[in-house]
């Protein structure tokens, strides 16, 4: 089980991109990396999800080095609604899509 | 396409008593997964089915127990509440339950207990 790493909290204003790192030392060979959003009062919402080098969707770029222990999640020019808690995931418990969430970087941006 | 539901939103318990939970998944999806997040902590995982079986269990104590259905609709069962399971529990469904499927998450049912 790859255990994540990262910041509690982080603030922006509207406009800026936000790079959000997390660290997975022992992730394993064969596992992804997965990233989710989270708003007040609803479930988890996936953004992305990659193995290796760089993944974009219409959503973020996700950048994971060549040793993986780490990857950082690209959101450009956020706006107001993009205020939510983020969750980097590496292994999943058990195998398969189990997956073990933290506790998350609680993005805030303002105007 | 409809997403994940989960009915009720919204359940208030009294102590000792039990509680059953429900979710259907996305069109498609044979696998569902549940989880329980406290305030303020990341969702913590209960157990997943697949194709109507256990398919793995989180460190859960046994009166947390579940079912999935033919329609791979699902119930998470709760008994002999305690103060502690208050929470919101949330239901996932997957297209399958390799890593690489993406989990598509209800908005959960918020359980107070008291």
């Known amino acids: 089980l790859a255990k994540t790493t990262q910041p509690i909290s982080m603030d922006s204003y509207e406009g800026q991109e936000v790079n959000i790192t997390c660290s997975h030392n022992?992730?394993?060979?064969?596992?992804?990396i997965t990233w989710y959003q989270q708003f007040p009062s609803q479930g988890p919402r996936f953004i992305i999800q990659g193995y290796k080098t760089k993944v974009t969707n219409e959503v973020a770029s996700l950048f994971i080095p060549a040793d993986r222990k780490s990857s950082t999640l690209s959101l450009p020019r956020v706006s107001l609604s993009d205020t939510a808690v983020y969750y980097c995931?590496?292994?999943?418990?058990?195998?398969?899509?189990?997956?073990?969430f933290g506790t998350g970087t609680q993005l805030k941006v303002e105007l | 396409e409809t997403g994940v539901t989960q009915s009720p939103t919204h359940l208030i318990k009294t102590r000792g008593q039990q509680v059953t939970l429900r979710c259907s998944s996305q069109?498609?999806?044979?696998?569902v997964s549940w989880y329980q997040q406290a305030l303020g902590q990341g969702p913590q995982f209960i157990f997943q089915y697949y194709r109507e079986e256990e398919n793995g269990r989180g460190n859960f104590p046994p009166r947390f127990s579940g079912l999935q259905f033919p329609n791979y609709s699902s119930e998470l069962n709760v008994n002999a509440l305690e103060l502690d399971d208050s929470a919101l529990y949330l239901c996932?469904?997957?297209?399958?339950?390799?890593?690489?499927?993406?989990?598509?998450f209800g908005n959960g049912t918020r359980l107070t207990v008291t």
């Open positions: 995931l590496g292994g999943p418990e058990g195998g398969g899509n189990k997956l073990t």
């Open positions: 996932a469904s997957s297209l399958s339950a390799v890593q690489s499927s993406p989990l598509h």
């Open positions: 069109s498609g999806h044979n696998t």
């Open positions: 022992n992730i394993a060979t064969n596992d992804y």
